[in-house]
């Protein structure tokens, strides 16, 4: 089960049922960031040591550096709406800008890498 889906089943739990969704979200994010920059450090070396140039290994960095902002992007997104969940209890909207903010970050993680969280 991924951390996105054991989330996402938290949600159906009792009475405290939203910190306990916020709460595994942020430990899944965390989780997820950790093994992020794990992979991003492994897939630059390797997109230079595989280049046939020095000039083509700075190209296609340079691409996947792009494609990698987008998923900074999204990590920051996810960090922001799981802190305004914190802070606005009697929100409704807020809990679920969380849902979809960690959707968005899973699915772009699945693009670039093949793996969510």
């Not at 595994?24 to 991003?40: K, P, Q």
């Given at each position: 089960m991924t951390a996105l889906a054991f989330v996402l089943a938290f949600t159906a739990c009792g009475a405290s049922a939203r910190e306990k969704t916020i709460?595994?979200?942020?430990?899944?994010?965390?989780?997820?960031?950790?093994?992020?920059?794990?992979?991003?450090e492994r897939h630059q070396l390797a997109i230079v040591e595989g280049a046939p140039t020095e000039a083509e290994g700075y190209?296609?960095?340079?691409?996947?550096?792009?494609?990698?902002?987008?998923?900074?992007?999204?990590?920051?997104?996810?960090?922001?709406?799981?802190?305004?969940?914190?802070?606005?209890?009697?929100?409704?909207?807020?809990?679920?800008?969380?849902?979809?903010?960690?959707?968005?970050?899973?699915d772009d993680l699945k693009t670039l890498t093949g793996k969510g969280l």
């Open positions: 709460h595994a979200t942020l430990l899944a994010t965390n989780a997820g960031r950790e093994a992020f920059v794990t992979f991003d190209a296609r960095l340079e691409t996947y550096k792009a494609r990698r902002d987008r998923i900074a992007a999204d990590f920051e997104a996810l960090y922001r709406t799981i802190a305004m969940a914190m802070v606005l209890e009697h929100d409704g909207k807020s809990l679920q800008n969380v849902l979809d903010a960690a959707k968005t970050l899973n």
